[in-house]
């Protein structure tokens, strides 16, 4: 009986695999056929300089081989790698003679082919498996760049009027804070600046770097934990890119700044805040800048590797080191996103409750779809939806009010974020072992208690009603119970 409940569960993940192979070469087709339609390179013509000509990004390839090689034993990791590197030195050769650009990231692409050739062909039971799996990673973190550089585009020719007065208005009830943090950086001087940047482009590089450390030991054991990064870069890749559509938004550095190519308000950003315009509209925009403003996806990607960079996957504290490096890049992010000028103040809080929200949807899926998470999922979407709204439709009684609506925007945040500490993070009064650190169930076996898991808007350890599945241990096992999260660095 045992056995035929597991091939019924296994029956619709396998035909959600199928689904999601067939999925993707479809979708890359789609957005070729509409680039080529629009004029501008599509998904497969970047696929293919990839692999024959100039890569476009240099870090993305190596970023998804570096990915697929957590699927691989020791002795194959240092063998694609050399291959790769190999193969990159070689066509950085060739286009030097040519007297091309140098730059390198057809290694890693040909070297994950193939290694999805070799362990589809050769290979068989777990190490087949563990092989594809990390190989499907790395290919869906590259394939996700490509669709999204389309997208872009895409959001320019579905949005051609923008709605950044709107948005300026509202971002005054924080306190204009792009245009704060642009004359700090400016006053910094080119250091800070420099090093901002590279943060801010490097943010792929870092995910992938949190993302090998949870999933180290999957060569060795074979057991893949439950939740990982990578699953929340690609479902925020997803999610988050529709909004552009809703709600098209270019930046204070394109509305209000020197990069308009005239169709700004003026060259007001970061020396001057403009005047408070109490009657704004649509206003149209060139079709160069892309509307991709709200949410910050940065946002929402940095604080979703800062969530990740605080715990292992198995609920013990993560090395100081990563959980100083993930607040480091989620704190230079913030200030990047606002002092260069890419977004105001209310996309970043929008960002914010986005990851929040995919986060609480995808976090330890052991536990179901109880009360807990159907609350701080629902509340996540309703929160966004208000400020979406807010942001739209009240934005001159936000400019006019600043402090109530700031305070509010802000309090919106901060509820989600009790919510989602008091649920996930937050210790559990009552409930002993495991349980206690919010990662139960990941052991075979379970008895019911109660928990203190809180709702969407709960503050930490405020009891809801709820049962928890917490995992049983032989007796003779001790039980490690981690340190709650506020004893790490900016937990």
């Given amino acids: 009986m045992g056995a035929g409940a597991a091939a019924r569960r296994s029956a619709p993940q396998r035909g959600f695999r199928v689904f999601a192979v067939l999925a993707v070469p479809a979708l890359l087709t789609a957005l070729q056929a ?25 870090t993305v390839p190596w ?19 050399a291959s790769a590197v190999a193969i990159d030195i070689g066509y950085a050769g060739v286009r030097l003679l040519m007297g091309e650009p140098f730059t390198v990231g057809n290694g890693p692409v040909l070297v994950l082919t193939g290694l999805v050739l070799v362990a589809w062909l050769r290979w068989e039971g777990p190490r087949r498996r563990n092989a594809l799996r990390a190989a499907a990673l790395g290919a869906l973190l590259i394939l996700a760049t490509k669709v999204g550089d389309v997208w872009l585009h ?7 009027e923008v709605l950044d007065q709107y948005v300026m208005l509202a971002d005054h009830a924080l306190g204009d804070p792009s245009w704060v943090m642009g004359r700090v950086l ?12 590279w943060v801010y482009i490097e943010l792929p590089a870092a995910a992938i770097l949190v993302a090998v450390w949870q999933l180290r030991s999957v060569a060795g ?11 929340t870069f690609l479902v925020l890749g997803l999610v988050g890119p529709l909004v552009y559509i809703l709600f098209p938004v270019v930046g ?47 946002t929402a990607w940095a604080l979703a590797l800062f969530l990740h960079t605080r715990r292992n996957p198995d609920g013990s504290l993560a090395p100081t080191w990563l959980r100083w490096g993930g607040t480091f890049w989620l704190l230079c992010t913030l200030a990047a996103t606002l002092g260069f000028g890419y977004h105001y103040g209310v996309d970043l809080v929008a960002g914010a409750v986005l990851c929040l929200t995919v986060e609480s949807a995808l976090r330890e899926p052991e536990r ?84 203190a898991v809180a709702g969407s808007f709960a503050a930490p350890g405020v009891a809801a009603s709820g049962r928890l599945a917490v995992p049983v241990r ?9 340190a709650p999260m506020g004893e790490g660095p900016a937990a």
């Fill in 34 to 58: 509409v680039a080529i339609w629009r004029g501008y390179e599509g998904p497969l013509e970047s696929l293919f300089r990839d692999y024959l000509g100039t890569p476009k990004s240099m």
């Fill in 252 to 298: 204070p550095m394109f509305a209000y700044g020197a990069d308009g190519n005239g169709f700004q308000m003026g060259n007001y950003w970061p020396g001057m805040v403009p005047s408070l315009d109490r009657s704004p509209e649509a206003m149209t925009f060139d079709a160069v800048a892309p509307r991709n403003c709200m949410p910050s996806m940065h």
């Fill in 186 to 197: 400016e006053t910094l001087g080119p250091v800070p600046d420099a090093v901002l940047h």
């Fill in 368 to 451: 179901g779809w109880g009360r807990f998470r159907i609350r701080l999922v629902a509340g996540g979407v309703a929160v966004l939806v208000a400020l979406l709204l807010g942001y739209r439709f009240l934005a001159v009684q936000m400019a006019d009010h600043p402090i109530v609506a700031g305070s509010v925007v802000l309090s919106l945040l901060a509820a989600m974020a009790a919510g989602f500490h008091a649920t996930w993070f937050a210790r559990r009064r009552g409930v002993a072992g495991p349980a206690a650190s919010g990662f139960a169930g990941r052991l075979p076996g379970s008895v019911t208690a109660d928990s």
């Fill in 63 to 81: 970023a998804g081989l570096v990915l697929a090689l957590v699927g691989l034993s020791g002795r194959h990791r240092v063998v694609a790698f």
């Fill in 221 to 231: 054991g074979g057991r893949w934990p439950a939740h990982y990064l990578v699953r």
């Fill in 154 to 160: 895409i959001t320019i020719d579905l949005r051609p």
């Fill in 474 to 482: 032989d007796a003779a096992t001790p039980v490690h119970v981690p």
